[in-house]
């Protein structure tokens, strides 16, 4: 129920925002204008705690607590409304998905299905994470969908290592950034929301770090994927502390109105 | 009598350095393992549970529905959560992550977590969730977990058993001297299916340096969907 009102508050931000701003003609992938090929606007995402809230903790290391994102982006490329550098293989692939959107009949991706939504989409949630820092290991703890990932401090990749679609995870701290390597990352997802493609061989690298006084959570992400992309990419992001909220139970299974018929994502 | 008086005085200083400084709590992390998966759960005298006459016909009619290898009216075969305590009566194992605040359970079963409020008091309107609301105290040795909140559509055990909205369970974990195993004790109480209290139990056994695996129930053939 709680899901459903912020999905509802999302969607009538997004409405509002729109309206606002006097409907500007929607951003265009390659900025064509081509209104076949439009994006779906980004969000405002998460403000700061509201006033009251305990401080954040400054502590450079201790990244516990919940983090909630601001500047939400259906794209996810070098900059917001701008394509990853996907070869044009790929590019062709993405246009059709957009198009394929702007229909209303889009193809069904790994979150309509109840999926994991794969990495680095998965980091791009309108929904607060939850980190939670043990000793061998950083778990985030996404309400959306219950995804779940775990960085583990203690080892290296795995040889062999399985493909999943949240992919192996592994950290270490360098000065006050942890950064975090995955690799293992199954083809059933896609890079963003909007439909960019990644491979099997995509490796994603996140360098977080706290600034402002432990109020911000700054995300700086690297993408590579010697099969879908042209070169690796980088994008920032970042993520408020928001000790006021608790992360609630999202059972995607439950009567999923997206579920997709015939590869198709129905909206009911 | 000068002795007496010394251990008398030493006895007064442990119990004042434990007022001021209460023993830590035992560590409950890493990856747990059910020892024997529960079917139907039992009493701890080994009983059936005290059922009142209408829950008894729900349990008849899921147990001849799934005899007819009927298994609509359970949730997990639509990917669901289990619900409690029947999650814990599963072969999947679980992690439990520990911090001061808050303890996470994190089952393998379609990743489901859990979340358990330290040192809180139950909230009285809280929506109904699939696995409730939880808060929990340290009880000397034992952690003390009171749940309720529940949705009434989930299942008790692994055998079809229900219960109502007003489901409350107490679990009690204590953990054994070399902290291997960890014991439960589950309190059911739920007026509106039981004509009394009940208890059951489930012991799990740790298993240092298992990770827990990335299981998706919507990506998994509905045959191959873990039941019990």
Redesign the interface.
């Known amino acids: 129920m709680r899901n459903l009102i912020r999905t509802s508050l999302a969607i009538a931000g997004l409405v509002l925002t729109a309206a606002v701003s006097g409907a500007p003609a929607p951003k265009t992938l390659h900025d064509s204008g081509d209104p076949t090929l439009a994006l779906t606007p980004g969000l405002r995402g998460a403000d700061k705690a509201p006033p009251g809230s305990p401080p954040g903790n400054p502590d450079p290391h201790d990244l516990n607590g919940v983090w909630w994102m601001s500047g939400y982006q259906y794209l996810l490329g070098p900059e917001p409304g701008v394509a990853p550098p996907l070869k044009p293989k790929y590019m062709a692939i993405l246009e059709r998905r957009i198009r394929a959107k702007n229909r209303g009949t889009p193809e069904a991706d790994a979150s309509t299905q109840c999926f994991p939504h794969g990495m680095p989409r998965v980091m791009e949630s309108p929904y607060p994470i939850e980190i939670v820092q043990t000793p061998e290991r950083i778990t985030f703890l996404h309400e959306v969908a219950h995804n779940i990932r775990r960085i583990w401090l203690n080892r290296d990749h795995p040889r062999k290592v399985a493909h999943t679609f949240l992919g192996d995870s592994v950290g270490h701290w360098e000065g006050d950034t942890l950064v975090v390597d995955t690799i293992g990352l199954n083809d059933r997802t896609f890079i963003d929301d909007e439909g960019s493609s990644h491979s099997t061989q995509e490796h994603v690298v996140e360098r977080y770090r706290k600034i402002d006084d432990g109020s911000t959570l700054e995300l700086i992400m690297t993408v590579e994927d010697p099969v879908t992309l042209e070169h690796p990419y980088s994008y920032r992001r970042v993520f408020r502390w928001r000790p006021d909220v608790r992360p609630q139970e999202y059972v995607c299974e439950e009567n999923n109105r997206n579920a997709p018929v015939n590869g198709v994502t129905v909206a009911k | 009598m000068r002795r007496a008086g010394v251990l008398l005085a030493a006895a007064a200083t442990l119990a004042l350095a434990s007022l001021a400084a209460p023993a830590a709590p035992p560590d409950l992390?890493g990856v747990w393992f059910i020892t024997h998966s529960v079917g139907a759960l039992m009493t701890l005298d080994g009983h059936a549970p005290p059922l009142t006459p209408e829950a008894k016909a729900v349990v008849a009619a899921h147990r001849a529905a799934a005899a007819k290898g009927d298994f609509s009216f359970d949730g997990v075969t639509?990917?669901?959560?289990p619900g409690l305590p029947r999650l814990l009566l599963m072969r999947e194992p679980f992690e439990i992550?520990?911090?001061p605040k808050v303890i996470?359970f994190?089952h393998q079963l379609?990743?489901?977590?859990r979340?358990v409020y330290l040192d809180e008091a139950l909230p009285t309107d809280v929506?109904p969730?699939?696995?409730g609301y939880s808060v929990g105290r340290w009880d000397g040795d034992s952690l003390v977990v009171d749940s309720s909140g529940f949705d009434d559509s989930t299942l008790l055990d692994n055998a079809g058993l229900p219960h109502s909205d007003a489901l409350h369970l107490t679990e009690r974990y204590q953990l054994s001297q070399d902290g291997r195993h960890l014991h439960l004790t589950v309190t059911i109480e739920d007026p509106k299916t039981f004509t009394q209290p009940w208890s059951a139990q489930a012991d799990y056994l740790k298993r240092p340096g298992y990770?827990?695996t990335?299981e998706?129930?919507?990506?998994t053939p509905e045959a191959r969907r873990p039941r019990s």
């Open positions: 992390s639509r990917c669901l959560p992550l520990q911090k996470y994190v379609n990743r489901l977590p979340r929506d969730h699939y696995l990770e827990l990335e998706v129930c919507a990506a």
